[in-house]
């Protein structure tokens, strides 16, 4: 199994560009979520999914879209980036509920200028 | 919500010294677990514990639900256990998993 797959691993932005930050996981879970990382700040949860079809905003949602259409795959959308979203993301799954152990991806680091 | 306090911010270790790492949180919780984050940024997963206590080789934690805290002990430490220790913490019918912001060891040669 690769776990938890993200791309890119790197991306620069211009402001008010769109792009969209993919992950995947090959180990059936039913969990997923967004984290952004930020120097100070720890992790803070963006959006997340508990399953197909479903989803929910964390802390910090604003300027994040998200869908789940299939089990696999978790993507985030940035709209129109600003520089407040410079940071490294990171999608992370477990298998049927946040209650269980939480397994991360290696992450995107997204700088916007 | 709920919030996830970690102390001390900063430890820095002589290889094979002891060291324990403390989490507190503000509300009964159903879910704790530790991670640590590698000087390359790779989170990894140590322990789920809402509870008891548990042990992986040189690593150990401790949960004491009632009390709001729990512990990571290292022992024997090593360079490579540098790196960044984040606890994270759900409190029960909420999937929002909460992280404090990290207690960042250096372990030196």
């Known amino acids: 199994n690769a776990g938890v797959t993200q791309t890119p691993k790197f991306q620069v932005l211009k402001t008010g560009q769109s792009m969209t930050l993919q992950c995947a996981q090959d180990?059936?879970?039913?969990?997923m979520s967004w984290y952004r990382q930020d120097p100070g700040m720890g992790l803070r949860l963006i959006h997340y999914?508990?399953?197909?079809?479903?989803?929910d905003q964390g802390e910090v949602p604003n300027g994040y879209n998200v869908s789940r259409s299939t089990t696999e795959d978790f993507p985030l959308r940035l709209l129109s980036a600003a520089p407040s979203q410079t940071s490294v993301y990171f999608c992370?799954?477990?298998?049927?509920?946040?209650?269980?152990?939480?397994?991360f991806g290696s992450g995107t680091q997204l700088s916007v200028l | 919500g709920i919030q996830v306090e970690q102390s001390p911010p900063d430890l820095i270790l002589q290889e094979g010294a002891n060291s324990t790492l403390r989490c507190n949180f503000s509300d009964s919780v159903n879910n704790l677990q530790w991670f640590h984050q590698n000087p390359w940024g790779q989170l990894i997963n140590l322990f789920y514990?809402?509870?008891g206590t548990k042990q992986n080789g040189r690593l150990s934690a401790t949960t004491v639900a009632t009390e709001r805290y729990s512990l990571l002990y290292i022992s024997s430490s090593q360079t490579t256990d540098s790196g960044v220790y984040f606890c994270a913490a759900a409190i029960w019918a909420n999937s929002k998993l909460t992280f404090g912001k990290g207690i960042t060891l250096s372990v030196r040669p």
């Open positions: 992370a799954s477990s298998p049927q509920g946040v209650d269980e152990k939480l397994f």
């Open positions: 999914s508990v399953g197909a079809g479903i989803t």
């Open positions: 180990m059936n879970h039913e969990y």
């Open positions: 514990i809402p509870s």
